[in-house]
T-cell receptor
């Protein structure tokens, strides 16, 4: 149980184009989804937290106009990288939270999306 | 300031050579501590959640333990397929976000 999928797994695009990444919780409803970015040999960096039906909360330093997040349903969140540039090339990973004990939700992660901007 | 520190950064083991990874943390209240495994080019895979000091959890060759200041992930008789980066994350009581350590890269050679 608690499976999270991401699509696409890899995308290569030209500079200036927009790219949409989908994150789905396949066997549970996730009230909260998270988007992370990971650079080589580094740990995960939280970009934003999204709750179904409301606006995403972005971390300091993350441009909300560049990284558009939509959490349209309890099983789907999307990240759109608008007007992508080479510096946006990275590994993007989503997670969906599943209720746990003591008010702690466990985050289950998707397989990630490798974005390369030429 | 909240901190999550993992050690060592890298660990090279012979197959069958047991070892432990450390995750020390300083947070203002702990709701939960999580261990994940991450393979290259993939998202983290959930392993364990620990909620209170003294708690232990096991899964195959892995055993996680928790004290008030740190957690250990013990790998017993590792196999090459246990090679991965192991991430520790804490959920502070006042905050909805996970705080990750930098990870320990484990390589198990036959």
């Amino acid at each position: 149980g608690a499976v999270v999928s991401q699509h696409p797994s890899r995308v290569i695009c030209k500079s200036g184009t927009s790219v949409k990444i989908e994150c789905r919780s396949l066997d549970f409803q996730a009230t909260t989804m998270f988007w992370y970015r990971q650079f080589p040999k580094q740990s995960l960096m939280l970009m934003a937290t999204s709750n179904e039906g409301s606006k995403a909360t972005y971390e300091q330093g993350v441009e909300k106009d560049k990284f558009l997040i939509n959490h349209a349903s309890l099983t789907l969140s999307t990240l759109t990288v608008t007007s992508a540039h080479p510096e946006d090339s990275s590994f993007y990973i989503c997670s969906a939270s599943y209720p746990g004990l003591a008010g702690t939700d466990t985050q289950y992660f998707g397989p990630g999306t490798r974005l390369t901007v030429l | 300031e909240d901190q999550v520190t993992q050690s060592p950064e890298a660990l090279r083991l012979q197959e069958g050579e047991s070892s432990s990874l450390n995750c020390s943390y300083t947070v203002s209240g702990l709701r939960g501590l999580f261990w994940y495994r991450q393979d290259p080019g993939k998202g983290p895979e959930f392993l364990f959640t620990l909620y209170s000091a003294g708690e232990e959890k096991e899964k195959e060759r892995l055993k996680a333990t928790l004290t008030k200041k740190e957690s250990f992930l013990h790998i017993t008789a590792p196999k090459p397929e246990d090679s991965a980066t192991y991430l520790c994350a804490v959920h502070p009581s006042y905050w909805g976000k996970l705080q990750f350590g930098a990870g320990t890269q484990v390589v198990v050679t036959p």
